[in-house]
């Protein structure tokens, strides 16, 4: 188990700033992720020309889908430019540019768990079921249940231990008298 402190995601980027929506090739092949592609764009996207939009783009998110589960991360854009000329031989040298870009994780991450998609807004006819979702009120009733067997085998040992101390009645010792 790992927690949150320890990943110490150490990006940062500007307020206000747009993201770049990088989605899984899977989001191309199956129709319930195509329109959960739609609805993230038009929910982390920002609208072009909007009027509180930054005229930069310095991170991205990136969507994968695995394990039935969407994944979803956010990254910082960090493009490292060379301050001296030295330094700029050496990055030309390493990657054969003057300036190296990389993606340092800034997080929120997060997962998602679609279960069902509706036609409307919250019903109407299902568009998508996910099979392999158990719901948590499943899961604590099968773990009452397994106590309950539990307490039922612990009862029945219980009253089997009792018929075998009946049944083992010793026969009576003649010479128990003797010793009195």
């Known amino acids: 188990i790992h927690t949150m ?21 899977s989001f191309e092949k199956f129709a319930h992720l195509k329109l959960l592609k739609a609805l993230f764009i038009d929910i982390f996207g920002t609208p072009r020309g909007h009027p509180k939009s930054k005229p930069f783009v310095d991170r991205v ?30 990055l030309k040298k390493e990657s054969g540019k ?30 998508y079921k996910n099979d ?10 099968q773990e009452k249940k397994e106590k309950g067997n539990t307490y039922k085998a612990r009862k029945l040992s219980q009253v089997k231990r009792k018929n075998r101390q009946r049944e083992m009645v010793l026969p009576d010792n003649p010479l128990d008298s003797v010793f009195r």
């Open 98 to 127: 003057a300036d190296a870009t990389s993606l340092v994780e800034i997080g929120p991450r997060f997962v998602l768990n679609p279960i069902r998609i509706f036609r409307g807004s919250f019903g109407g006819q299902t568009l």
């Open 61 to 90: 998110m990136g969507f994968y889908y695995a394990d039935k589960k969407i994944w979803v991360r956010n990254y910082q854009i960090v493009e490292e430019q060379a301050s001296n000329a030295l330094e700029a031989h050496k």
């Open 5 to 25: 402190d320890e990943l110490r995601l150490t990006g940062n980027c500007m307020k206000g700033s747009r993201p770049v929506l990088s989605f899984d090739d």
């Open 132 to 141: 392999f979702y158990v719901s948590p009120n499943e899961i604590r009733a």
